[in-house]
């Protein structure tokens, strides 16, 4: 029997890498999407979000590119299916942005404070894995199952923005480029339009984290790509967990890390890309920690600061897997395949995250 023409253990080690890079820039540019809506919710200050909005402008602009040259096909993701569960991306980004909130970060920021010593998102890595892995597989999974996901809208079409369009008459490749010109060159434009963009953190950030998502799907998508696997005949992708293609989320990744850990005798686990990108979050953030001085051990103050972090970390990975992805997997990966749930979810994280904001300020003025 022919081998695959691609190992998993490449796939992986690639996807490393990209996490590397990810955790590096990230701890150094402070790119954090919960920082960014804490920043204008309580300071009115705009320049984390325009980071995060000039990564989702590349990401847009870079996807689009990469399927108009037949590089990646992001319609083989889990992102442009025909079946919007509205209700799952609402409901479950809004338990993500709570989760967040209640967390100190969303799953990147945790893993890139692991790295920089943060002993408390140790602590949050855990129970976003356990709540992600029972919404995957367990009791909130026949929950999600159950009362969430049956409500859904069937459409004739993808539900992609430029599938809409392809269903209004344009050519598909038009309405790719009219699509990701509209809200790609939207967001660019909005991120850059102030002084404040062209700070070099801010561009940093934003072009290398919009750029590492580009890069995941071109390795998940093309290079792990094959038409037809020598032993099923189907074509496949190699080394992710969804067996679609992928690019960064960091979530259902974290529960499959956990599943890898406890079942590591059995010989068919394997590092895939998710899991091996959540790792390279870590190991990029600790380089950076080490290599500036800024590597510190942290731990929890009291017993509350306690429950919250665990509260919000089980929120965390129930939204996430509900939700169908986080800051990262929706907010970015999710919208550079412009697609509805994308929009929706990301919409309800921000939404979840400034209500528990101003909920946590009205508790903190009533005691003071």
Known sequence: MDEAPIAVSTIASLAFAIGI?????????????????????????????????????????GTAALGLTGLVDVSKSIYTGSRLIWLSHIFGGVCFGIGMTLASGCGSK???????????SLVVFFFVAIGAYMTLRGLFGVWRVTFID???????????????????GLAPDVAVLLAAGVIGGGLLLAALARREAWRSDVLLGGIVIGGLVLAGWYVSGHVGY????PET???????????????????????YT??????????????????????????????????????????????????????GGVLMGFGGVTAMGCTIGQGITGLSTLAIGSFLATAAIIAGAAATMKVQYWLMMREA
């Open 258 to 311: 956990l599943e890898l850990l406890m079942l590591w005798s059995d010989s068919s686990r394997v590092v895939t890309f998710g899991i091996a990108c959540a790792l390279g979050v870590i190991a990029g953030s600790l380089l950076y920690a080490l290599s500036t001085g800024s590597f510190r051990l942290e731990g929890f103050r009291t017993p509350d600061d306690l429950i919250r972090h665990l509260v």
């Open 21 to 61: 890079v990810f955790g590096f820039v990230g701890n150094k540019t402070n790119f954090c999407t919960l920082g960014a809506v804490s920043d204008i919710v309580n300071m009115g200050d705009w320049s984390r979000m325009r980071m995060w909005m000039l990564s989702i402008a590349v990401a847009v602009l």
């Open 226 to 229: 094959i038409a037809e696997h």
């Open 150 to 168: 049956v409500v859904a809208i069937d459409l004739a079409h993808a539900q992609d923005l430029p599938s809409f369009l392809s269903s209004a």
């Open 110 to 120: 945790t893993l890139i404070r692991i790295g920089a010593g943060n002993l408390k």
């Open 233 to 255: 005949l189907e074509e496949a992708f190699i080394g992710t967990n969804s067996g679609r293609a992928e690019s960064l989320s960091f979530v259902a990744p974290l529960a």
